[in-house]
Each structure stands twice: as C-alpha cells, then as structure tokens.
C-alpha cells in the first residue's frame, strides 16, 4: 500500500512559478513509477508528466514540455512538479499517481494509488 500528500499548490499570476510535491508513505516507494495528472472543471483528466522508479525516463504533455519539470528523491519519498512559466489554463487540481507496474503511461486508470489532489489557480 502506498498513500499519497500532495501540498505546494496554491495561486500564481501568468508567467509564475510554482512547485507542488507529493509524500508517499511505505517502504517500497523507489519500485514506483510516478506521474502527475490534473482535472479543470468539466474536463477529463489530463496527464502531466511521469517518471520512472529510479528517475532515468521521464515524459510530458504535450503543453507542459519546455514549462514543467518532475523529480523525484527517493531518499525522502517525495516527488516534485516544477511549474514554469504559467498559464490561466493551467488552472487545475493537481494529483499524484504511482503505479506499481514500473512502465510510465499515460492512461490514469493504469495507476494504482492516487493522491487527494492539490488546487493550482493561475490568474491573468
């Protein structure tokens, strides 16, 4: 079992930065592969970005690449989601996923544990 915190999220003006990060507790959170995903009211959930167990393969959407970054430090059981250079639509909750499975995907319903998810609003 594996429980996800997300925190860090909060408001930022266009063009800002911020950082979410999620905690997951149990012991075998470096088996895991991680991934952000978000959800805008009335949408789908999106795939942000994923990584791999031991961090060497990481993958974006396609409106995030260049802009945001995800990390991971197994060490503190804690993965990162560095934002750049936002944008109103990036207004979202932000959830962190792990699957158990070790290949990053992009299809939410491939994740075993979820977080309970973090607000991002971005003003214009």
């Known amino acids: 079992q594996v429980q996800l915190v997300e925190s860090g999220g909060g408001l930022a003006q266009a063009g800002g930065s911020l950082r979410p990060s999620c905690a997951a507790s149990g012991r075998t959170f470096s088996s895991y592969t991680m991934a952000w995903f978000r959800q805008a009211p009335g949408k789908e959930r999106e795939f942000v970005a994923g990584i791999s167990w031991i961090g060497y393969s990481v993958y974006y959407g396609d409106s995030m690449k260049g802009r945001f970054t995800i990390s991971r430090d197994n060490a503190k059981n804690t993965v990162y989601l560095q934002m750049n250079n936002l944008k109103p639509e990036d207004t979202a909750v932000y959830y962190c996923?792990?699957?158990?499975?070790?290949?990053?995907?992009?299809?939410?319903?491939?994740?075993?544990?979820w977080g309970q998810g973090t607000q991002v609003t971005v003003s214009s």
């Open positions: 996923a792990a699957d158990s499975e070790g290949l990053v995907t992009r299809s939410a319903v491939e994740y075993d544990y």
